[in-house]
C-alpha cells in the first residue's frame, strides 16, 4: 500500500479582530549561577523576584574617576543561586512542552556570557537533569500509552510526514530488525551511565487534557551551527568529523577514508517555514532513547579549553523535538489515513554559545576565527530584535536583517508568530564579567519589549470524542452474554435417547413422543404467556405514548416561553451589540486622533530639533568659516610681505647690476681710448682669458653716504644651495660641449613633493622649437617655499636661454672674394674655427650673470 504523505499544517488565514490579532511579548527569564570562589567580589544582586541590580565593580571604578553606577534590570521572574532545575522547568519549559502537546510550535534559548551556566541550565549535571531531559519526561509521561507503533510516521526531506498503514510499518520493522541502523535506537538495551543521574528526574511532570483519540510519533533532531555554517551531529561518517586524528607535529594525519563533515543548507517549504535540508530525525519512544540521540550527537559538539571556560562551547547547538498527531478512525481501531488531518508540532531547546571579548580569552588562530563568527552572530541576533521593536513601536516597515546568520534566519518563523519564544538569560556575578554581563542586560531589555503574533489553536477532526475506549468496552463484554435462544432452549425439559438398538425395542419412540408432547404443551403455554405479555406491554406503550405525549405537549408549551424569552434576549443582544459598535467606532475614531496627534507631536518634535542641528551646524560653519578667513588673510598678509621683500631685493640687485655694467663699459671705453692704436690686436688665447678673469679690477665702491649693498652674483647665488633638476622624459638629449650643470641637485623626470622638501631652489628645462627650426633650451629657475599647510611651492624668478645653431644655416663665402677690413679682420666669419672661437671665448673682465651680452673677439685673419 502506497503511505499517505502529509505536510506541515498551515495555520488558516484568520480574519480582522480573531484572538490571532493578539501578541505576547517574548518571555525573557534571568538565573544567576552562585560565585565559583566565596572571596571573588560580586557585581550583581538580585533585588526581588523580577529585578537584578548591577553594581560597578572597584577596579572599574578607578579607571571611570571613581564614578559609582548602579543599574536595575527587570524580567519577567530572576531566578537566584538557590533555585532548582525543578523550578526553573515549571516556570519556563512546562507551558512550552504542554502547547507542543496541543499540536503549537516552541522556542527556547539560554544566552549569556562564557562560563555562566547556559549549557547546566539546558542539559544538567549528574544528578540535577537540566530542561531537556525533563521536557522529554514530560512529553512522554503525557503520550506513553497513545504512541504509535514505530515507522506509522516516516520523515521526509520535505519538512513534512508520510504515514503508513499498520501492514507496511509491520514490514518496515522487520526489515530494520533484520538490519540494525546505529541511528535508530533500541528502547532494551540499558541506559549509558555516563547519562543515566541525568535523566533519572524523581518528579512526575504530565500534561493536562490530552487527546486520548489520537496516536503522536516523536522525532528528534540535532544539529550545530559552527562558523555560520549548520551541520548534523547525528549523521554518521567515517572517523570523527569534528575532532580529527593529529600527530605528533600537530598537523592533520593523511587518511584517505577522512570524510569532512559537510555543511547543511536552509530551505524553504511550500508553507514558507525554514528547515535544515537533509537533516537526520530519528524516531524515539521514550526518554532514554531522545537522551541517547542527545549524546551521542552531544560528543561531536565542538568544544575548546579557552582562558575563561575549560569547556566552552564554540558552537551554537539546536535540539529538536518534533511530535507528530494523528487521529484514529470512527472505530477508535486504527489511524486515519487522510494527509491533511496530521498535525506537526515542534519545540527547539537552543544553547547558544558565550558571548566573549577576544582581549580576556586570550585567544589565537582558529579559537580567535570561532569567537569572532560566534559575536558576530549574536550581534545579528541583537539586531532583529531592535529592528522588530522598533517596527513595533513606531510602526516603521524595515527590513528584519535575518538572512545575515543562519541562527536568526532558521527561526525567522517563531518571530512572525509561529510558535512562542522564551529567553533564559545566565549571568555569573564576579566582577570579571561586569562588563559582558552589562552587554547581556542590555540585549535582554531589547529582547522583552519584541511582541510576537499568539499562535492558533488546531483544528477538531470532526469524529466523535472518546471513541477509542468507547469501542474497547464494547468489544469486551459481547462474547460473554447468553443468547436469548440458548436460554429458552435451556428451559425445555431434555430429550431422551434416541438411539434404536433392537427391532423390538418399544420403550424408546414412546419415551420420545412423550417428551415432545410436553415439550409441545409447554411451548403452548409459552406462546399463551407471550401473547399476555405482549398484551400488557402494548398497553404499556399506549400509556407511555399518550404520557410521551403529555410531556411533548408541556415540554413544547415551555419552549415557546423560552423561546420569547430567549427573541427579547436576541433583540436585546442586538441593541448592545448595536451599542457596542457605535462604542467600538467611538473608541476607533480616538485612537485615529491621538495615532495623529502623536504623530504630529512625533514630526513636531523631529522639526524641532532639525531645526535645532541645522542652527548647531550654521552656528559651528560660521565659526569655522571666521577662523578659516582669519588664517587666510594672516597667510596672505605673510605671502605678500615675502613677496614685497623679495620685490625690493631683486630691484635693488638689478640696480646694483646694471650700475656695475655702466662701470665695466666704462672701464672698457677707458682702455680703448687710452689704448695705441699702432698694435694690431692678437687673439688672446684661453689661457690669458683666463688670467684676465682672474685679475678684473675690482668695482668702485660706493657712495660712503650710501647703505651697503651686498653684490650678490647670478652663479654664485646657489652655490651653497640644493637644487632640484626637473628634466622631463620627452626632452631630447643634444651634443653641444656647453651643457647645463648644477651642483648639489637632484634630477628627476617628475616633479614630487619629496625631492622639493629636501632642496630649496627649482630648476626646469624645457626644450622647444625655434623660428629657425633649430632646438632652443631654456632653463627655467625658482624658489621653494613651505606652505603653511605643509606641502612646498615653486615661485619662478629668472628664465636662461640656450640655443643652438647649426653651422650651415649661414651662407659662406669665398675668403679670395671677401674684401678685407682696414683692421685685418675680416668682414665675414667664412670657418667653423673661427664661429666657435667667437661663441665660447670672451672678454676679460665680462663675467656677467646668465641672459647678459657677452663680448667677443674675432679670431684673427691667418697671414
Known sequence: MKPARTKTPRKPPVKKGSQTSLKDPVGVYCRVRPLSLPEQECCIEVINNTTVQLHTPEGFRLNRNGDYKETQYSFKQVFGTHTTQKELFDVVANPLVDDLIHGKNGLLFTYGVTGSGKTHTMTGSPGEGGLLPRCLHMLFNSIGSFQAKRYVFKSNDRNSMDIQCEVDALLERQKREATPNPKTPS????????????????????????????????????????????????????????????????????????????????????????????????????????????????????????????????????????????????????????????????????????????????????????????????????????????????????????????????????????????????????????????????????????????????????????????????????????????????????????????????????????????????????????????????????????????????????????????????????????????????????????????EDKRNLQQELETQNQKLQRQFSDKRRLEARLQGMVTETTMKWEKECERRVAAKQLEMQNKLWVKDEKLKQLKAIVTEPRAEKPERPSRGREREKVTQRPASPSPAPNAPPIRLRHRRSRSAGDRWVDHKPATNLQTETVMQPHVPRAITVSVANEKALAKCEKYMLTHQELASDGEIETKLIKGDVYKTRGGGQSVQFTEIETLKQESPTSRKRRSSTAAPAQPDGTESEWTDVETRCSVAVEMKAGSQLGPGYQHHAQPKRKKP
Open 187 to 598: 528502547s532494551k538495551r540499558q541506559v549509558d551511565p555516563e547519562f543515566a543521574d541525568m535523566i533519572n528526574v524523581q518528579e512526575f511532570c504530565k500534561a493536562e487534557e490530552v487527546d486520548e483519540d489520537s496516536v503522536y510519533g516523536v522525532f528528534v533532531s540535532y544539529i550545530e551551527i559552527y562558523n555560520n555554517y549548520i551541520y548534523d551531529l547525528l549523521e554518521e561518517v567515517p572517523f570523527d568529523p569534528i575532532k580529527p586524528k593529529w600527530n605528533s607535529c600537530s598537523t592533520p594525519m593523511r587518511n584517505t577514508d577522512f570524510v569532512p563533515p559537510q555543511s547543511k543548507l536552509l530551505r524553504e517549504d511550500k508553507n514558507h517555514n525554514m528547515y535544515v535540508a537533509g537533516c537526520t530525525e530519528v524516531e524515539v519512544k521514550s526518554t532514554e532513547e531522545a537522551f541517547e540521540v542527545f549524546w551521542r550527537g552531544q560528543k561531536k559538539r565542538r568544544i575548546a579549553n579557552t582562558h575563561l571556560n575549560h569547556e566552552s562551547s564554540r558552537s551554537h547547538s539546536v535540539f529538536n523535538i518534533k511530535l507528530v498527531q494523528a487521529p484514529l478512525d470512527a472505530d477508535g481501531d486504527n489511524v486515519l489515513q487522510e494527509k491533511e488531518q496530521i498535525t506537526i508540532s515542534q519545540l527547539s531547546l537552543v544553547d547558544l554559545a558565550g558571548s566573549e571579548r577576544t582581549n580576556r580569552t586570550k585567544a589565537e588562530g582558529n579559537r580567535l576565527r570561532e569567537a569572532g563568527n560566534i559575536n558576530q552572530s549574536l550581534m545579528t541576533l541583537r539586531t532583529c530584535m531592535e529592528v522588530l521593536r522598533e517596527n513595533q513601536t513606531y510602526g516603521t516597515n524595515k527590513m528584519v536583517p535575518y538572512r545575515d546568520s543562519k541562527l536568526t534566519h532558521l527561526f525567522k518563523n517563531y518571530f512572525d508568530g509561529e510558535g512562542k519564544v522564551r529567553l533564559i538569560v545566565c549571568v555569573n556575578p564576579k566582577a570579571e564579567d561586569y562588563e559582558e554581563s552589562l552587554q547581556v542586560m542590555r540585549f535582554a531589555e531589547v529582547t522583552q519589549e519584541v511582541e510576537v503574533a499568539r499562535p492558533t489553536d488546531k483544528a477538531i477532526c470532526g469524529l466523535t470524542p472518546g471513541r477509542r475506549y468507547r469501542n474497547q468496552a464494547r468489544a469486551g463484554p459481547v462474547g460473554d452474554e447468553p443468547l436469548v435462544s440458548e436460554v429458552v432452549l435451556q428451559s425445555f425439559p431434555p430429550l431422551p435417547s434416541c438411539e434404536l438398538l433392537d427391532v423390538n425395542d418399544e420403550q424408546t419412540l414412546p419415551r420420545l413422543i412423550e417428551a415432545l408432547e410436553r415439550r409441545h404443551h409447554l411451548r403452548q403455554m409459552m406462546i399463551e404467556e407471550f401473547n399476555k405479555q405482549a398484551i400488557t406491554f402494548k398497553a404499556l406503550l399506549q400509556e407511555f405514548d399518550n404520557a410521551v405525549l403529555n410531556k411533548e405537549n408541556y415540554i413544547q408549551g415551555k419552549l415557546n416561553e423560552k423561546e420569547k424569552v430567549i427573541s427579547g434576549q436576541k433583540m436585546e443582544i442586538e441593541r448592545l451589540e448595536k451599542k457596542n459598535k457605535t462604542l467600538e467606532y467611538k473608541v476607533e475614531i480616538l485612537e485615529k486622533t491621538t495615532t495623529i496627534y502623536e
